[in-house]
């Protein structure tokens, strides 16, 4: 059973940073792509940055030169850094992997991007 934890978020100012990271249990995590979601309230969940087990990555246009997405192979852990933070960032941003075609998410951690 694979499982994923984040944590990392809160209530920021515009312009501020978080860091959000991602602990991945249950399947050996070396050999998945990992991905950071986010969802708004009333709005659908969207893709906002992954990560391929050779450390490709891809951005959502959005975040693109202000998030970093990452990944410790020895720790198991995934990351976003997330800078020049914006209140349109406000969201529960989501740990995703997918294994043998099912997938899997965090519980997600909640960020507030407001003055």
């Known amino acids: 059973q694979v499982q994923l934890v984040e944590s990392g978020g809160g209530l920021v100012q515009p312009g501020g940073s978080l860091r959000l990271s991602c602990q991945a249990s249950?399947?050996?995590?070396?050999?998945?792509?990992m991905g950071w979601y986010r969802q708004a309230p009333g709005k659908q969940r969207e893709l906002v940055a992954t990560?391929?087990?050779?450390?490709?990555?891809n951005y959502a246009d959005s975040v693109k030169g202000r998030f970093t997405i990452s990944r410790n192979n020895a720790f198991d852990m995934v990351y976003l850094q997330m800078n020049t933070l914006k209140p349109e960032d406000t969201a529960v941003y989501y740990c995703?992997?997918?294994?043998?075609?099912?997938?899997?998410w965090g519980q997600g951690t909640q960020v507030t991007v407001s003055s």
């Open positions: 249950g399947t050996i995590f070396i050999i998945y792509n």
């Open positions: 995703n992997t997918r294994v043998d075609g099912n997938d899997y």
């Open positions: 990560i391929t087990r050779a450390s490709s990555t």
